[in-house]
């Protein structure tokens, strides 16, 4: 699957534009299957509620079957959102919920699982109201809401799917 959307295409530097419109469209709050496109690691620089820490930057593709669109989330590697980061491993099958294990970041690109997408509204800094998607919830497998297979649009990456399932022996790796 190739990184970038086929619609679009580079521009060159004397080429005519008119096209106003934003291809972005808010995605309806839901349940979610996803697949990790990309992982990034960051460095938050510190606000009034996370001190510097550093943060995982992960590009999810996600699709409801009625629905599908890319979002950016920010996991940060901080103790107060410890519960976030076991989320996002159980719900990827690196991780059965209550059990401690060391985060395998070079398996996350490809990883699925299935998540809760939400909608969240911000007054920007051109003092206009934005609205966006964000992942509010990683659900554990054994938990997660039914959404066939059938719905997500890719193949689940190597060491993801029913073999990877089938060979889960706890504790072993």
């Given at each position: 699957?190739?990184?970038?959307?086929?619609?679009?295409?580079e521009?060159?530097?004397?080429?005519?534009?008119?096209?106003d419109?934003?291809?972005f469209e808010v995605l309806?709050?839901?349940?979610?299957r996803?697949?990790?496109?990309k992982f990034?690691?960051?460095?938050h620089?510190?606000?009034?509620k996370?001190p510097?820490?550093?943060?995982a930057?992960?590009t999810?593709?996600v699709?409801?079957g009625?629905?599908?669109?890319t979002?950016?989330?920010?996991?940060?590697l901080?103790?107060?959102?410890?519960?976030?980061?076991?989320?996002?491993?159980t719900?990827?099958?690196?991780?059965r919920h209550g059990?401690?294990?060391r985060?395998?970041w070079?398996?996350?690109?490809?990883?699925i699982?299935t998540?809760?997408?939400?909608?969240?509204?911000w007054?920007g800094?051109?003092?206009?109201?934005?609205?966006?998607n964000?992942?509010?919830?990683?659900?554990?497998?054994?938990?997660a809401?039914?959404i066939?297979?059938?719905?997500?649009?890719?193949?689940p990456a190597?060491?993801q799917?029913?073999?990877?399932a089938?060979?889960?022996?706890?504790g072993?790796f």
């Amino acid at each position: 699957m190739s990184e970038y959307d086929s619609s679009f295409r580079e521009f060159g530097w004397d080429d005519e534009i008119q096209n106003d419109s934003t291809p972005f469209e808010v995605l309806p709050e839901g349940d979610y299957r996803f697949r990790v496109e990309k992982f990034e690691r960051g460095r938050h620089s510190g606000s009034e509620k996370i001190p510097p820490c550093n943060k995982a930057i992960l590009t999810l593709s996600v699709n409801d079957g009625a629905h599908s669109g890319t979002i950016q989330t920010n996991l940060f590697l901080f103790s107060r959102f410890e519960w976030k980061l076991c989320q996002l491993f159980t719900a990827i099958g690196q991780r059965r919920h209550g059990e401690a294990i060391r985060m395998n970041w070079s398996l996350v690109p490809g990883a699925i699982g299935t998540c809760h997408v939400g909608t969240r509204k911000w007054m920007g800094n051109d003092g206009k109201e934005h609205e966006g998607n964000e992942i509010t919830e990683f659900y554990d497998p054994e938990e997660a809401p039914d959404i066939s297979e059938k719905q997500v649009d890719s193949q689940p990456a190597p060491g993801q799917g029913a073999e990877a399932a089938a060979s889960w022996d706890a504790g072993r790796f």
